[in-house]
C-alpha cells in the first residue's frame, strides 16, 4: 500500500479499537481494487468525540465507521442522518460529501444481506427467534420488520427491555407481529417447532464456558442460526453445525455491515469474497 497527499482516509472511531478486525478487510478491499485508500483505527475518548467528527471534515476524511461508545453520541454532530439511523438512533457510518457529514446504520442491511449472499436464505415470510434486546438487537430486528418476517420472537434476560423493543417494532414500523418470550421459557417446545431462523444477538458465547441458552434438542429440523459474536465458535453454533444445520457466524455480519460502509464511502461494489478471505486466513 502507497501512502501519498492524495490517499483517501477512512477508518473506525472507537474506544477502544486495538481490537477492530476492519482495517484487515477494509484495506484488502481498497488494494484489491486499486483504489488511493487507507482505513485506518482511531481511539478517541468519548469526551473528545465531538471534535474527531470536526476532524472528518478539516482533514477531509471519504468518512469513518464508528463504534462502541460513540454510535449514539455522534448524531448531534452529523448534517444529516439516514432515516434508518434516526429511527435506530444509532450510526455506524458517517459519509462526508464535500464537507457535508451524514450518518448511516449498515448493521441491519449488514445482516439480511449476509444471510441472501453467504446462504441463499432470504427472510421474507419466515419465523424468526431472537435472543436479546440490545443495540444490536434493535438494528437486526428493525431489518428483518422491514424485509417482511412473518413472526418474531423476542427473549431477554431483561424481559422490560424486550418489550421495550416490541413497542419500538411498532411504532417506528408499524410491525405487529412481535411475541414476547419470558426468558424462562425459551426453552418451550412448542415456540420451536415454529421457528426457521434463530439469532443470537447477546454477548454469551464470547467467552469459553459460556452456557448454551438454548437446549439443542430445539435445535432441529430446517433451522437457520445466526450467532453475531465473532471472536470464537460459540456453544450455539458448534451444537447447532452438531446438528447439521445452516448457520453463520458474527463474521459475517462485520464483514457485510462493513461491505456496505465501503459502497458509501467509494461508490463501488465492495470485494466481498476477498474481504472474508483476509479475515478467515
Ligand atoms: P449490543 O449493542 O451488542 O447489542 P448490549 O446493548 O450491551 O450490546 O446488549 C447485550 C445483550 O446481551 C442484552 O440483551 C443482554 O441482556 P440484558 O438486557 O438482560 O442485560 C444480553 N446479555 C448479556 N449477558 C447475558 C447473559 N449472561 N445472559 C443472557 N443475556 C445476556
Same mark, same amino acid.
Given at each position: 500500500m502507497k501512502i501519498t497527499g492524495?490517499?483517501?482516509?477512512?477508518?473506525?472511531?472507537?474506544?477502544?479499537?486495538?481490537?477492530?478486525?476492519?482495517?484487515?478487510?477494509?484495506?484488502?478491499?481498497?488494494?484489491y481494487l486499486k483504489l488511493d485508500c487507507v482505513y485506518i483505527p482511531m481511539e478517541v475518548a468519548p469526551e473528545e468525540i465531538g471534535k474527531a467528527i470536526e476532524g472528518i471534515r478539516a482533514l477531509n476524511f471519504a468518512g469513518v465507521n464508528i463504534t462502541i461508545p460513540h454510535k449514539r453520541a455522534v448524531l448531534k454532530y452529523l448534517d444529516g442522518i439516514d432515516e434508518e439511523a434516526k429511527l435506530l438512533g444509532a450510526v455506524n457510518t458517517v459519509v462526508n460529501k464535500n464537507g457535508k457529514l451524514k450518518g448511516y446504520t449498515t448493521d441491519g442491511?449488514?445482516?439480511?444481506?449476509?444471510?441472501k449472499e453467504s446462504c441463499g436464505f432470504t427472510i421474507r415470510g419466515k419465523k424468526v427467534f431472537i435472543l436479546g434486546s440490545g443495540g444490536s438487537s434493535y438494528a437486526i430486528s428493525g431489518a428483518l420488520a422491514k424485509g417482511k418476517v412473518s413472526r418474531i420472537y423476542i427473549c431477554n434476560r431483561t424481559e422490560k427491555k424486550a418489550i421495550l423493543l416490541k413497542r419500538h417494532l411498532f411504532k417506528n414500523l408499524g410491525y405487529k407481529s412481535v411475541e414476547v418470550v419470558?426468558?424462562? $421459557?425459551?426453552?418451550?417446545?412448542?415456540?420451536?417447532?415454529?421457528?426457521?431462523?434463530?439469532?443470537?444477538?447477546?454477548?454469551? #458465547?464470547?467467552?469459553?464456558?459460556?452456557?448454551?441458552?438454548?437446549?439443542? $434438542?430445539?435445535?432441529? #429440523?430446517?433451522?437457520?442460526?445466526?450467532?453475531?459474536?465473532?471472536?470464537?465458535?460459540? $456453544?450455539?453454533?458448534?451444537?447447532?453445525e452438531k446438528k447439521g444445520l445452516r448457520?453463520?457466524?458474527?463474521?459475517?455480519?462485520?464483514?457485510?455491515? #462493513?461491505?456496505?460502509?465501503?459502497?458509501l464511502w467509494t461508490g463501488k461494489t465492495a470485494p466481498v469474497e476477498v474481504m472474508k478471505r483476509s479475515v478467515y486466513l
Open positions: 492524495k490517499t483517501r482516509i477512512t477508518g473506525v472511531f472507537g474506544y477502544p479499537v486495538g481490537h477492530s478486525l476492519s482495517p484487515l478487510f477494509q484495506n484488502a478491499a481498497f488494494e442491511s449488514g445482516f439480511t444481506r449476509s444471510l419470558p426468558f424462562g $421459557e425459551r426453552n418451550d417446545k412448542k415456540i420451536w417447532l415454529d421457528i426457521q431462523l434463530l439469532i443470537n444477538t447477546t454477548s454469551v #458465547g464470547m467467552k469459553k464456558g459460556d452456557p448454551l441458552l438454548i437446549d439443542s $434438542e430445539n435445535l432441529a #429440523g430446517d433451522k437457520f442460526v445466526y450467532d453475531i459474536v465473532y471472536n470464537r465458535k460459540t $456453544e450455539l453454533l458448534k451444537a447447532a448457520c453463520l457466524d458474527g463474521l459475517s455480519m462485520l464483514i457485510y455491515q #462493513g461491505a456496505i460502509s465501503f459502497e
